[in-house]
């Protein structure tokens, strides 16, 4: 199975800060990756697949990149409303393995 | 836009069974067209993938700590996923979650959850 490692697991940030997370796969995935924003008590929603392409109705101040094992997402002017959970996850193989997440809360 | 709206979830004992529904509809959605996921999570814990059921049922997939105990099907005539759930462990309580791939008919969207449902939380306690 292939193993995604989220870096930082929290952070915490003020509005308007650019913010970056980082995730790491056990072994290359290509551009396989996409990240999940997970609002508290609500369901996961797609926000960047492909290791850079935005999802539909996703702002776009939220982009991808990296290839292999190593990506990040980046939000350039955080917004309240980011306060969230955010997963990467792999879609290059079976078993499909998600990061441990990490908690973005607004200072 | 596509809804997906899970049921069935509920208290059950352990080494009991349980049956999820997803129930999935949507203007101009055919979903007869789509690969379907499970993915489950655990209070206060991460995302786990469960399984996996092509467009057309006959390609299923499951994570090795559900293999042998749960079952993917769908019925096209519903637009409705299930996860027959066998076996149940105190481990299994989480919300479960169904999800559409982004896009049919490409390979390279078939792992993308681009469409997820509510969720349905399962508890497995005595």
């Known amino acids: 199975d292939i193993q995604m490692t989220q870096s930082p697991s929290s952070l915490s940030a003020s509005v308007g800060d650019r913010v970056t997370i980082t995730c790491r796969a056990s072994?290359?995935?290509?551009?396989?990756l996409n990240w999940y924003q997970q609002r508290p008590g609500t369901a996961p929603q797609l926000l960047i697949y492909?290791?850079?392409s935005l999802q539909g109705g996703a702002p776009s101040r939220f982009s991808g990149s990296g290839s292999g094992t190593d990506f990040t997402l980046t939000i350039s002017s955080l917004q309240p409303e980011d306060s969230a959970t955010y997963y990467c996850q792999q879609s290059y193989s079976t078993p499909l393995t998600f990061g441990q997440g990490t908690n973005l809360e607004i200072k | 836009q596509v809804q997906l709206v899970e049921s069935g979830g509920g208290v059950v004992q352990p080494g009991r069974s349980l049956t999820l529904s997803c129930a999935v509809s949507?203007?101009?959605?055919?979903?007869?067209?789509?690969?379907f996921h499970w993915v489950r999570q655990a209070p206060g814990k991460g995302l786990e993938w469960v399984s996996l059921?092509?467009?057309?049922?006959?390609?299923?997939n499951y994570a090795d700590s559900v293999k042998g105990r749960f079952s993917v099907s769908r019925d096209n005539s519903k637009s409705t996923l299930y996860l027959q759930m066998n076996s149940l462990r105190t481990e299994d309580t989480a919300v479960y979650y169904c999800a559409r791939v982004k896009e049919a008919y490409r390979a390279a969207m078939a792992r993308v959850l681009g469409n997820w449902g509510q969720g349905t939380l399962v508890t497995v306690s005595s």
């Open positions: 072994h290359s995935i290509s551009t396989y």
């Open positions: 949507g203007f101009a959605f055919n979903f007869s067209d789509y690969a």
């Open positions: 492909a290791a850079s």
């Open positions: 059921i092509s467009f057309d049922g006959t390609y299923k």
